[in-house]
C-alpha cells in the first residue's frame, strides 16, 4: 500500500502470470506506459490512482480479477483495456466473472473502458466515466457480458458502443450529453437493453443496426 510509480518506459505495477490472490491498495501509478498490468488471476485492486499513462491506466490480460474503486484519469488510449479474457467458473451455484469492473471514477483518455475482441463475461457496473475522446464503454466481442448502472457523459462518439456475440445485458444506465447514447453494431441472441436513460446526446440517443436484441 501507499507505494508510487512513476517515468517509467513500461509499466507502473505488474503482476505475473498465474493464480496470485493479490491485494492491491491505495498506490498511484503516472506517467508510465501502463499504470497497472494484470497478466494474473484473482487480484483485487482498488483504492489506485492511476494518470497520465501513455497507453492504459489498467491493462488487464488475466481473469477473475476484481477493479474496484479507483481513480482513472487522463490516460492516453485507455482508461481500463481488457485483452482476451474469456471462461467463468461456478462458486457456489453462481457464476463468478472473469473480470468485475466497479465503482470507478475514469475520465478522459480516448476509451473510458474497452473491451477487446476475445474477452467474455466481463461484468463493467456502477462505473463514473466521463470525457472520453471515443466511446465511454466499448465492448468489442464475446458474449455474456453485462453492462449495468454506470454513468457515462460527454463522450466525443459514444457512451456505450457495442458489437457483441450474445447474451449480453445492458440495463440500467445513464448515458447522456455524448454524440451517440448507445451505439449497437451487434448483440447477438439472448441479449436485453433495459431500464436505461440515454438523454440530451447530440445526434441519436439510441443507434441500433442489430436485429437480434430486445429493447
Excluded at 131 to 140: A, K, L, T, Y
Excluded at 167 to 182: D, E, K, P, T
Amino acid at each position: 500500500t501507499n507505494n508510487l510509480a512513476s517515468n517509467n518506459s513500461e509499466s507502473g505495477f505488474i503482476f505475473s502470470l498465474g493464480y496470485d490472490d493479490h491485494i492491491f491498495l491505495n498506490n498511484s501509478a503516472i506517467n508510465n506506459m501502463y499504470g497497472v498490468y494484470v497478466l494474473g488471476a484473482n487480484s483485487a485492486i482498488s483504492g489506485v490512482t492511476a494518470r497520465n499513462n501513455s497507453v492504459a491506466g489498467f491493462y488487464l490480460e488475466g481473469e477473475l480479477n476484481k477493479i474496484s474503486n479507483n481513480i482513472i484519469s487522463n490516460n492516453q488510449e485507455y482508461g481500463i483495456f481488457v485483452d482476451a479474457s474469456y471462461g467463468d467458473i461456478a462458486i457456489d451455484g453462481e457464476i463468478e466473472f472473469n473480470n468485475f469492473i466497479s465503482n470507478n471514477v475514469i475520465s478522459g483518455g480516448n476509451y473510458g473502458v474497452y473491451v477487446s475482441p476475445g474477452s467474455s463475461e466481463i461484468n463493467i457496473s456502477y462505473n463514473n466515466i466521463s470525457g472520453s475522446f471515443w466511446d465511454g464503454i466499448h465492448v468489442e466481442s464475446g458474449s455474456l457480458n453485462i453492462v449495468s448502472d454506470n454513468i457515462i457523459n460527454n463522450s466525443a462518439v459514444s457512451g456505450i458502443y457495442l458489437n457483441v456475440e450474445s447474451s449480453s445485458i445492458i440495463q440500467n444506465n445513464i448515458a447522456v450529453n455524448n454524440s451517440v447514447g448507445l451505439q449497437v453494431v451487434s448483440l447477438g441472441a439472448d441479449s436485453s437493453i433495459s431500464g436505461n436513460n440515454f438523454s440530451n446526446n447530440i445526434i441519436y440517443s439510441v443507434n441500433l443496426s442489430s436485429d437480434s436484441c430486445d429493447i
